[in-house]
């Protein structure tokens, strides 16, 4: 829709984690080099942390691209809310395996089968766990028995999950301590800086055919955008989309301040919902605020009557 006014090529703000835009900074290229070491390597498993929109998930993309070059198998399971059977069937039914009427035993023996014959002809086989953060004790349990498929050399299944800060505390329990000392190599990612912010919209527009993101977004709009999404990569993509349809409707060929400012609003991002207990919650809690207040007022008048004599006593009656 706004493509033409801005005279771009494609959508520069997707949100869909496409490869392409990948914007590199320190911290993305350590984390995807670390990750694509950690399976080329054969370390066996590697963790992937960051804040919810950090870029994730278009890491992961990004390392399967690389893989592919390599006659790399790859198992990749995005929806980790699954038992220990599901999970084991998903993985196998990915490699291409059968899993009709197969115990979880029988899964494990075929798999375990799988990764020998790949082993044998020096290819990589590995296993992306994406939102891992969801996946319960029990399926982190199985995980850890994955990485037990090995020969006297090396792992057989290279595992990568990736997930929330909320990962790593589940790594580090008491639990699963055992799970955590098999972690070879962890990384994380961390939101933009405002010079990155603007080089990261840069680079995009830049793809999008547009020559600077200074010729669409003035400087001020910019440090808006850095503001409202604090560096956030997912947030800055949704705040310009949506700034730049709304310049467009305006007929605005630069995006002022106040186009995000009303963007930020209309997005609700400064708003965070308190979940009450209950209905009836947040009205008893009030009227039993209300009491306490009443009878800590009531309990210093009597106080202030004793101290001034009985002339002021019965005031309250």
């Not at 997707?14 to 984390?31: C, G, M, Q």
Request: aromatic content about 6%; overall charge neutral.
């Amino acid at each position: 829709m706004y493509k033409s006014f801005y005279k771009l090529q494609r959508n520069p703000f997707e949100i869909t984690p496409d490869p392409s835009f990948l914007f590199p900074t320190t911290r993305h290229n350590e984390a995807l080099a670390s990750l694509y070491y950690g399976v080329t390597a054969h370390r066996g498993f590697v963790v992937l942390t960051g804040e919810v929109g950090t870029g994730k998930t278009l890491i992961l993309r990004s390392l399967l691209g690389l893989l592919q070059r390599r006659d790399v198998a790859f198992a990749l399971i995005f929806n980790p809310t699954l038992s220990p059977l599901e999970f084991m069937r998903y993985i196998a039914g990915d490699f291409g395996l059968p899993v009709t009427g197969k115990a979880k035993d029988e899964l494990i023996h075929v798999l375990n089968g799988f990764l020998l014959q790949r082993h044998e002809k020096g290819l990589t086989t590995i296993l992306v766990v994406d939102e891992a953060h969801h996946l319960s004790a029990e399926i982190l349990e199985e995980i850890r028995l994955l990485t037990n498929l090995e020969t006297s050399q090396q792992k057989l299944l290279q595992i990568v999950l990736a997930g929330q800060p909320e990962l790593d505390q589940k790594l580090d329990s008491q639990e699963l301590r055992q799970l955590k000392q098999r972690i070879a190599l962890r990384c994380h990612l961390d939101a933009l800086s405002p010079n990155e912010t603007r080089e990261y919209m840069g680079r995009r527009l830049k793809i999008a055919g547009a020559p600077a993101a200074g010729e669409i977004f003035s400087g001020p709009a910019i440090e808006a955008v850095f503001r409202h999404s604090r560096g956030i990569p997912r947030l800055v993509n949704t705040i310009c989309e949506n700034a730049l349809l709304s310049g467009y409707a305006k007929n605005a060929a630069t995006i002022t301040p106040e186009i995000i400012d009303g963007v930020a609003r209309d997005l609700r991002l400064g708003v965070v919902a308190v979940e009450p207990k209950n209905n009836g919650g947040a009205w008893l809690s009030k009227e039993r605020e209300q009491n306490e207040l009443l009878l800590a007022v009531k309990t210093l008048l009597e106080v202030h009557d004793r101290l001034l004599g009985p002339e002021t006593k019965g005031r309250l009656q």
